[in-house]
């Protein structure tokens, strides 16, 4: 598989609000993954420091 067909997760980040967003939110900083292991550690650890989710 190349780079073009590899998939690509997105999430949306506010730090100061402590919140991350699965869809594009105005304001909210964009963080994109190429590997599917990394994604689900980030998510982890936001979900550790507590973040909401929408």
């Given amino acids: ?3 073009q067909d590899s998939p690509t997760w997105r999430i ?6 402590r919140i991350v967003s699965f869809h594009p939110v105005e304001g909210f ?3 994109e993954f190429h590997d599917q292991a990394l994604f ?4 982890d650890e936001y979900t550790r420091q507590r973040y909401r989710y929408q």
């Avoid at 949306?12 to 609000?17: F, L, S």
């Fill in 12 to 17: 949306w980040v506010d730090t100061a609000q």
């Fill in 40 to 43: 689900h550690h980030c998510v």
């Fill in 29 to 31: 900083e964009l963080l």
């Fill in 1 to 3: 598989m190349n780079d």
